[in-house]
């Protein structure tokens, strides 16, 4: 009986539930152990790293906040100041538009406020472009705190049209100038008898797409409706021929032309509008 006594409480719960705190005890004491352990990181041990890096996270906020407040400062007291007015005032990429024309234009004063000039930029390129139809881009341009330059390109003259006894330069975009000539300048076409846009474009498109060892030799587009074909245009060349055309076609069949003027004994007119032929003029000799 005293054995079977012995053998039942061996498994008594106090005295396991004993076994289970001497070892939760002596697991929590090791663990203190290796926590404590020398050159084991700690909070302790931490701390001054952590208030070193805050610190130097502080001193680069307070730098980066008093150089916006230096370079503002800056800023606000050389717009208000005369040495933000502007002293110097220049205009580059012209080529026949006269410079002063150009600031004449644009509204730019010396003495004006640089940076109230730079915030109305849009307006200073709308009245060039409105006044000047010619120039095709503006830029302004700040230098040496107040020189401003005024950056300009120009359309390029394409043709002249004739009308009235008078010449007047047709630029790239189609827009013909108000200005009137008594001739005409450079290799440019001179068109005439083109009576409304519509078929002006297309004149321009025909010489543009003209191979360029050709177009040096066009004097004059001239259109010449038919009531059969209202895009009949004709050619005045610069060696004394004429080549007939349609507007539409005559840019692909013109590369013909130095083989049919070499075939001609004279000066004549070759007709592209259909097929390909030539004609000499009555006073030439066959």
């Given amino acids: 009986m005293k ?65 916006i407040f230096t370079l503002g400062s800056l800023t606000v007291t050389y717009f208000i100041s005369t040495k933000s007015d502007i002293q110097q005032l220049a205009v580059n990429g012209t080529k026949s538009v006269p410079d002063q024309q150009v600031i004449n234009a644009s509204g730019i004063q010396l003495g004006d406020n640089v940076l109230w000039q ?50 007047y330069p047709i630029l790239e975009n189609g827009t013909i100038l108000k200005t009137k000539m008594t001739q005409s300048l450079g290799n440019s076409p001179v068109y005439s008898h083109f009576k409304n846009d519509r078929y002006l474009k297309l004149g321009l498109k025909l010489y543009n797409d003209i191979p360029d060892s050709i177009q040096s030799a066009v004097s004059e587009i001239r259109l010449t409706a038919q009531n059969d074909n209202p895009y009949q245009v004709h050619l005045y060349m610069n060696d004394g021929n004429e080549v007939i055309g349609d507007l539409r076609t005559l840019a692909k069949k013109i590369k013909y032309y130095p083989v049919l003027v070499k075939q001609m004994d004279g000066k004549g007119k070759i007709d592209l509008e259909v097929g390909a032929y030539s004609k000499l003029f009555k006073q030439s000799k066959s």
């Fill in 118 to 167: 730079l915030m109305h930029h849009t307006k200073t390129k709308y009245n060039i472009q409105t006044k000047l139809p010619k120039i095709k881009q503006v830029g302004l341009q700040v230098s040496q705190i107040n020189h401003v330059a005024i950056n300009v390109s120009e359309y390029k003259t394409v043709g002249y049209m004739f009308k009235h006894k008078q010449y």
């Fill in 3 to 67: 054995n079977n006594k012995k053998q039942l409480g061996s498994h008594d719960p106090l005295q396991l539930l004993k076994v289970w705190r001497a070892y939760q005890i002596k697991r929590w004491k090791r663990q203190r152990r290796q926590r404590l352990k020398p050159g084991r990181p700690t909070i302790t041990n931490q701390l001054p790293q952590l208030k070193k890096q805050r610190g130097k996270k502080i001193r680069w906020q307070l730098v980066v906040i008093l150089g």
